[in-house]
């Protein structure tokens, strides 16, 4: 059974079967399958009988679809941070998110961060592919929206 969506993102093996009236059956192929990926793949295997006559190639009804390689994408902000490297108001994450082959199942459109004020602050988002694959990624940012507070003191001048 093909992992998710009629894909397969893992190893699959193909026994093949058959059968032989007059000398009986040998033996069948069997074909380990584990990449590259691709969606029209045609494993083929043969059987032979007890005399040594081997049967045409064997192939599958229906091709298989294999993708065992995640969904790559990347993030990108709204607009850059200050010359310092702050945002210091809220700032939209776009992902960016693509798949040669299945196709992407799911992937965030944005996130946007507006709080807690912190210098270590992040987003983080995962896209799926149409196989079932997964990737994750993030994006670091420092963060402060707070103004200072401003304190006077009044100079001391000394005689």
Same mark, same amino acid.
Do not use: E
């Given at each position: ?21 007059? @000398? ?7 074909? *380990?399958?584990?990449?590259?990926? #691709? ?5 083929? #295997?043969?059987?032979?009988? &007890? ?5 045409? %190639? ?9 993708? *065992? !390689? ?14 310092? #490297?702050?945002?210091? @108001? ?15 199942? *799911?992937? %965030?459109?944005?996130? !946007? ?8 602050? #992040?987003? @983080?988002?995962?896209?799926?592919? &149409? ?25 001391? !001048?000394?005689?």
């Amino acid at each position: 059974m093909p992992d998710q969506n009629g894909w397969y993102r893992n190893p699959v093996t193909v026994n093949w079967s058959g059968s032989d009236a007059t @000398s009986g059956l040998a033996s069948c192929t069997s074909v *380990s399958y584990s990449g590259p990926d #691709g969606a029209s793949i045609a494993p083929s #295997g043969t059987c032979t009988d &007890q005399a040594g006559n081997t049967s045409a %190639p064997l192939t599958l009804p229906n091709p298989l679809k294999y993708d *065992s !390689t995640p969904p790559v994408f990347s993030p990108s902000a709204d607009r850059a941070p200050n010359a310092k #490297g702050w945002y210091r @108001s809220a700032v939209t994450v776009a992902w960016h998110g693509s798949d040669k082959m299945s196709g992407i199942a *799911s992937c %965030p459109a944005s996130a !946007t961060y507006s709080s807690p004020d912190s210098a270590n602050a #992040g987003l @983080s988002a995962t896209c799926t592919d &149409q196989a079932g694959n997964s990737a994750s990624t993030s994006f670091s940012l420092k963060y402060d929206s707070t103004a200072p507070v401003a304190n006077s003191a009044r100079a001391r !001048t000394l005689a």
